[in-house]
């Protein structure tokens, strides 16, 4: 059984940086394609950033160079490094454990999710 758990989380200033971290158990994690996405209430969910099994990475526009994903598999862990956040940043983030065909296939393999707050 998978398990996502996903911290990091928090209050921050226009500007400032959070690190989000999601441990992922169950799975073979190294082989594994890995998707941040977030969440606002009344829209669906955004898909933010992609690190694949063989450690390609993608970004939507929005969080290019601002954002960097990152993995270490040797703790099952993956990272999202958010700099220069903006009040737009505002969210619940999401860990999910998915595919990658040519786009990123989410599976049903969830974390509780994370807030992430921009104040301006």
């Known amino acids: 059984q998978v398990q996502i758990v996903e911290y990091g989380g928090g209050l921050v200033q226009t500007g400032g940086s959070l690190r989000l971290s999601c441990v992922v158990s169950g799975s073979t994690f190294k082989s594994n394609t890995l998707g941040w996405f977030r969440q606002v209430p009344g829209k669906q969910r955004e898909l933010v950033a992609v690190?694949?099994?063989?450690?390609?990475?993608k970004y939507s526009e929005s969080v290019k160079g601002r954002f960097t994903i990152s993995r270490d598999n040797s703790k099952n862990t993956m990272y999202l490094q958010m700099n220069n956040l903006k009040p737009e940043d505002t969210a619940v983030y999401y860990c999910?454990?998915?595919?990658?065909?040519?786009?990123?296939?989410?599976?049903?393999?969830w974390g509780q999710g994370t807030q992430v707050t921009v104040s301006s």
């Open positions: 690190t694949t099994y063989n450690d390609r990475t």
């Open positions: 999910n454990v998915g595919r990658w065909e040519g786009s990123y296939f989410p599976t049903n393999y």
